[in-house]
């Protein structure tokens, strides 16, 4: 007979196996690399692989930065909205969008800002959605649009950030 911890380090073991791997990359007529993963999923391919210590965007995603403006998980949404400087500070503005079945109580996401070159400036989270907690009208239920507050960024050089290359990965979306 099998004891519950080892039934419970068999699921864990294999359950770390489970993230989603590169099958294939495929090139779009307008030259746009996506990458084919084996859960059947696809995404944009948005930096270079020259050089594997610095991130920097692919010339067609440079050419088309609404393809790293957008991101989607578990049937949330969240997409840039726009930017606005106050002296050296930048502010950042998102919509989130639910189409899920569950109600959404907090969205991380990780913010990677390039400058104008495509070059890497820094990555950051933030909750771009939150809840509070026992009030349901500030749930986000299905089929309801949001705008996040303003997220204030430090340290970026608006002559360089001209372009607003930015890319959004949810990093973690919590229902009920």
Known sequence: ???????????????????????????????????????????YVLLTESEPLTAQLTPAVMANSALMTSTVSQGVRVTFKSAQWDDEELGLDFSIDNTSALTVLKVTVAATLFDDGGNKITTTEFN????????????????????????????????????????????AVETR
Request: charged letters at 25%.
């Open 128 to 171: 771009v959605w939150q809840a509070q907690n026992r009030l349901s009208e500030t749930y986000l239920r299905k089929n309801q649009q949001r705008d996040s507050r303003t997220f204030k960024l430090d340290g970026i050089d608006p002559a360089q950030w001209q372009k607003q290359f930015i890319s959004l990965n949810i990093i």
């Open 1 to 43: 007979m099998f004891n519950k911890a080892y039934i419970i380090a068999f699921c864990l073991l294999f359950s770390l196996n489970a993230a989603a791997k590169e099958m294939s990359r495929m090139t779009l007529e307008d030259g746009t690399e996506i990458m084919l993963n084996d859960d059947f999923t696809w995404q």
